[in-house]
């Protein structure tokens, strides 16, 4: 499960980054409408998948730090 978060939580960040880069890219170059969306829209997509691989790492981190405690 670890590896799988750890997965998830790296392409997840990526992907929204590349996304947040784009956006900005087309911003920049003046043209603020994409497919019938607004530019300002794929930035707050983008933004989304970082936070939600921020949240898988976090889930990773935390599960090491508190392993489970022993059967008595």
């Keep these: 499960m670890s590896n799988t978060l750890r997965s998830l939580g790296a392409l997840a960040g990526i992907a929204g980054l590349l996304i947040c880069l784009f956006a900005g890219a087309l911003r920049l170059a ?15 997509i983008g933004i989304g998948g970082m936070v ?3 949240f898988c790492l976090l ?12 059967n008595r």
């Design 30 to 44: 003046g043209q603020h409408w994409l497919m019938g969306f607004e530019t300002i829209t794929l930035l707050q």
């Design 52 to 54: 939600f691989g921020c």
């Design 59 to 70: 889930l990773v981190l935390t599960g090491r730090a508190n392993p489970p405690a022993p």
